[in-house]
């Protein structure tokens, strides 16, 4: 199994572990979805065990699996400590109906600053930094899916566009370099390009 393969199957056990949780705690199920998260612990722990090797679009990828997974796990937490304990508090009641929309908006916020911090590429040319290019169309193809856009750009066009736009930018601004960022703005996935000395 390919790194990319394996980063597919730690994100479709998130999902569903998510979606068993969901399950348990409308009262679907007797007991809390203990081997779906086992699995996706093994899985975790399998990928950031120093054996597989990431490339900078997959570790991106991962830790983004990370953070989706974490959020998750405290309001999980704190829904089980509810049910455990027969609190019945008004807060407890939102937490119970809108705990996920409020985590969802949490880690959209999350995603954006992540973007804008870790998804800064420099290119000189697509010919010397080919790992570069792949790993900034695997961030922009990243955070095109997580802001819920479709992302019908190949990867051959990307790099033929990454060309001609840093050849542009270096001519114009007699630069080595061109830094591309993947940012969110509005709710719209943007690629900045800035020339850097």
């Known amino acids: 199994m390919t790194t ?18 969901d399950i348990y705690f409308g009262g679907g199920s007797k007991k809390p979805p203990q081997d779906t998260e086992w699995k996706v612990k093994n899985q975790f722990k399998r990928l950031s065990d ?9 570790r991106f990828r991962f830790t983004t699996i990370q953070q989706r997974y974490a959020l998750y796990n405290a309001l999980w937490q704190q829904k089980l400590q509810i049910k455990e304990e027969g609190y ?9 109906i809108q705990g996920l929309r409020d985590e969802q908006q949490h880690e959209a916020e999350l995603a954006r600053k992540h973007h804008r911090r870790d998804s800064t590429f420099a290119v000189a040319d697509s010919e010397s930094s080919p790992h570069q290019v792949e790993a900034l169309f695997q961030a922009l193809s990243e955070a ?11 990867l ?25 960022s993947v940012e969110l703005q509005d709710g719209q996935v943007k690629l900045k390009a800035k020339p850097k000395a």
Do not use: H, M
């Open 4 to 21: 990319d393969e394996e980063l597919s199957v730690l994100e479709e056990l998130v999902r569903r572990l998510k979606v068993e949780y």
């Open 50 to 58: 120093g054996t597989t090797r990431l490339n900078s679009g997959q």
């Open 88 to 96: 019945r508090r008004p807060q407890d009641a939102i937490l119970g």
């Open 144 to 154: 095109r899916r997580n802001a819920g856009g479709k992302d019908n750009a190949s």
């Open 156 to 180: 051959e066009s990307f790099k033929k566009f990454v060309q001609q736009k840093t050849a542009q930018l270096r001519k114009e601004y007699n630069c080595q370099t061109v830094e591309y």
